[in-house]
């Protein structure tokens, strides 16, 4: 989950926003990604997005912020991941924030413009599996830090957010072309530049690194020469 854009000192990074409790441990290709980067840059903060969870009264959670709850609430305790991890080293270091893809506001209008029906649809997906829901992001983890791309991908195929159309547009398409064409239009970069993205957009139909590729780049694969662990 870790790639070059050859001749462009751009690598990309598959994340994880969040890790099962007790698994606090970074994968060797992210801790090798960290050390080459010269300027780090994520999808947003999630932080940011506060001002936009609710409705116009200041008090009632908008339909998608009751799904992320939901999904909280399913899969348990958790702790915080990959950029959580980079934005506390950043500031030890005394380097410069991570930078983003996307500015909040964006994002939340384009969660905004889901139908309710849609989110309330991925409940329903998610409920049929909230028993195992805990041991499978556990799974989900596991693959995650093995870089194990056909395991990945399955884990994207039964997402309500990918198997869902309208979710699947809004969360994962719009977004990589989006993110592809931010991405294209930097140029060879003179500083060392990683972008950090959540893993499921690495792979499956119209990826963020297919739509890299369609826009005339070389991707090169780069974690399957690091130990696993590190």
């Known amino acids: 989950m870790y790639y070059e854009i050859q001749g462009h000192n751009i690598r990309i990074l598959g994340a994880l926003h969040v890790f099962p409790p007790g698994n606090h441990l970074l994968p060797a290709w992210i801790q090798h990604a960290y050390g080459w980067a010269q300027i780090l840059t994520r999808e947003h903060d999630s932080a940011g997005l506060d001002p936009y969870r609710r409705e116009a009264d200041g008090v009632t959670p908008k339909h998608w912020q009751r799904y992320f709850e939901y999904v909280g609430s399913a899969l348990?305790?958790?702790?915080?991941?990959?950029?959580?991890?980079?934005?506390?080293r950043l500031q030890s270091e005394g380097r410069t924030e991570m930078g983003k893809l996307e500015n909040e506001r964006a994002f939340a209008d384009l969660l905004d413009a889901?139908?309710?029906?849609?989110?309330?649809?991925?409940?329903?997906?998610?409920?049929?599996?909230?028993?195992?829901?805990?041991?499978d992001f556990s799974k989900f983890h596991s693959a995650w830090a093995r870089a194990d791309l056909s395991a990945l991908q399955k884990v994207l195929s039964e997402s309500p957010l990918y198997k869902i159309k309208a979710l699947r547009e809004a969360i994962f398409?719009?977004?990589?072309?989006?993110?592809?064409?931010?991405?294209?239009?930097?140029?060879r970069s003179q500083q060392r530049r990683l972008y950090v993205v959540g893993c499921l957009h690495l792979v499956g139909k119209d990826n963020l690194l297919e739509m890299i590729k369609a826009r005339g780049r070389r991707i090169a694969r780069l974690d399957q020469s690091l130990t696993v662990h590190g």
């Open 76 to 88: 348990g305790p958790l702790q915080h991941g990959v950029e959580a991890a980079f934005a506390a």
């Open 114 to 135: 889901v139908p309710r029906e849609a989110f309330e649809a991925a409940a329903a997906e998610l409920e049929k599996s909230r028993a195992s829901a805990p041991a």
């Open 173 to 187: 398409m719009k977004r990589n072309r989006q993110w592809a064409k931010e991405i294209c239009s930097a140029g």
